[in-house]
């Protein structure tokens, strides 16, 4: 059964700092991963997905990298504003289902 | 881009009512979905349909059911709502991928539904 996890739960940073987010899963055999933002009391907003078959998408200060051997996947954010303060999320595409990660809540302090 | 709609941001029901949500893509997506976000579990898949008219159940089905007469609607329907059916049900289609998904998700904006 695969399970998806994001630590830490919660994460606050000061403006500008270049930052990593993790995703982890437990079975490698993935369609797809793909990263969310979602803002309190909104919807998702898709950031960027990677393919099973590809190793890394970049889209502006994100970059997200996918490491199936290993069951992990990490979204950098460079640069990071108050703007990107948001909760992320982290969703795995595999042959009978999506799984999402619980999400890291950011906040960066101006 | 692409555009999901819901709607009703947010609703109050009271128990037993029969409860229809209604989501609206415009982007000629094959597959559309439901889910429910609650604080602590997560998003949790209720069903998915990848055509008109064919619907697959996902982890939560119970208490649900889902009608696609048209390729751009998807309506969830809570036949007779319950009190822990409150929760945050957000709609989200993709554009194919045989029956599963392995395309970019697109969301709606949810809807807050609150069951009294």
């Known amino acids: 059964k695969q399970e998806v996890t994001q630590i830490p739960a919660a994460l606050s940073v000061p403006e500008g700092e270049n930052l990593v987010l993790n995703c982890s899963f437990t079975d490698s055999a993935i369609y797809n991963l793909q990263w969310f933002r979602q803002d309190p009391g909104k919807g998702l907003t898709s950031l960027l997905l990677i393919q099973s078959s590809q190793r890394e998408q970049t889209s502006g200060r994100l970059n997200a990298s996918l490491d199936k051997s290993s069951g992990r996947s990490t979204l950098y954010i460079a640069a990071s504003q108050p703007g990107d303060s948001a909760t992320y999320l982290c969703a795995v595409g595999s042959a009978s289902k999506i799984i999402f990660g619980s999400g890291t809540r950011l906040s960066i302090r101006p | 881009d692409v555009k999901v709609t819901q709607s009703s941001r947010y609703l109050v029901k009271r128990t037993g009512e029969k409860v229809f949500l209604e989501c609206v893509q415009d982007m000629d997506h094959e597959n559309m979905f439901w889910y429910r976000q609650d604080p602590g579990l997560g998003l949790r898949l209720i069903y998915f349909?990848?055509?008109?008219?064919?619907?697959e159940k996902g982890d939560i089905p119970e208490g649900y059911s889902v009608s696609r007469e048209k390729k751009e609607r998807f309506s969830l329907i809570l036949e007779s709502a319950s009190t822990n059916q409150t929760s945050m049900y957000l709609c989200?289609?993709?554009?194919?991928?045989?029956?599963?998904?392995?395309?970019?998700?697109?969301f709606g904006p949810g809807t807050r539904l609150t069951v009294l």
């Open positions: 989200a289609s993709s554009l194919f991928g045989q029956k599963l998904n392995t395309d970019t998700q697109y």
């Open positions: 349909s990848y055509d008109v008219k064919m619907k």
